[in-house]
C-alpha cells in the first residue's frame, strides 16, 4: 500500500476535469472574439476600398482640363455645381455624373464629386479667386457590424482646390 501512494506519475482525475474546464473558458472566450476581430478587418477593408475610389475620382478631375470659361479658345472640362446636391456641370453638360452604384465589382458603393467655385464667401475653400474650385468626392457605402450589415451608411470625403491651368 505504501508503494501505491509514493507513486506519483501521471494525473489524477480532478486535475485533467480542471485543466478541462480552464482550456474549455479559454476557447469560449476566444471563439466570442472572433466575429467581432472579423468585423473590424472587415470594416477596415471597406473604408480603405471607399477611400482609393475616392482618390481615383479625385485623380480624374485633376487631370480634367480647365483653361477657361468654355468658349471657342477656351475649355473648362472640370465644371462646376449649381449646388450641394448638383453634379458638376460646364455648357449645360454634366461632366462628372453621380455613380450610383459604382460599377462592378465595386456595386455596393455610391460615388458623388462636387465642385465650386471659390469666388463666394460661403464656400469653404479658404481663399477667394476666381481662378480656384473646390473638389469633394464623396464615395457612400453600407458598412457590416457585427451582427450583420448596418441600417445607417458611411462615408469616405476627400477634398482638394484646384487651380485654371
Known amino acids: 500500500m505504501r508503494r501505491l501512494l ?7 482525475l480532478a486535475e485533467i476535469l480542471v485543466a478541462v474546464a480552464i482550456i474549455g473558458i479559454g476557447l469560449a472566450a476566444l471563439a466570442a472574439t472572433v466575429p467581432l476581430s472579423s ?5 477596415g477593408n471597406q473604408l480603405s476600398t471607399a ?27 472640370v465644371g462646376t455645381s449649381a449646388s450641394a446636391s448638383a453634379a458638376p456641370q460646364s455648357a449645360a453638360v454634366t461632366t462628372f455624373p ?5 460599377a462592378a465589382p465595386y456595386t455596393q458603393y455610391t460615388r458623388t464629386v462636387r465642385i465650386f467655385p471659390c469666388t463666394a464667401a460661403g ?3 479658404g481663399v477667394v479667386d476666381a481662378n480656384l474650385r473646390q473638389i469633394v468626392v464623396t464615395v457612400t457605402y453600407r458598412p457590416l457590424t457585427g451582427v450583420g450589415q448596418s ?15
Open 6 to 12: 509514493a507513486d506519483q506519475r501521471g494525473m489524477t
Open 123 to 125: 464656400i469653404t475653400c
Open 98 to 102: 453621380d455613380e450610383s452604384p459604382i
Open 151 to 165: 441600417t445607417g451608411n458611411k462615408s469616405a470625403i476627400v477634398t482638394m482646390l484646384i487651380a485654371r491651368r
Open 51 to 77: 477611400t482609393f475610389l475616392a482618390n481615383a475620382r479625385l485623380d480624374q478631375v485633376k487631370n480634367a482640363t480647365w483653361s477657361e470659361a468654355p468658349t471657342p479658345t477656351g475649355v473648362d472640362n
Open 39 to 43: 468585423y473590424g478587418i472587415q470594416e
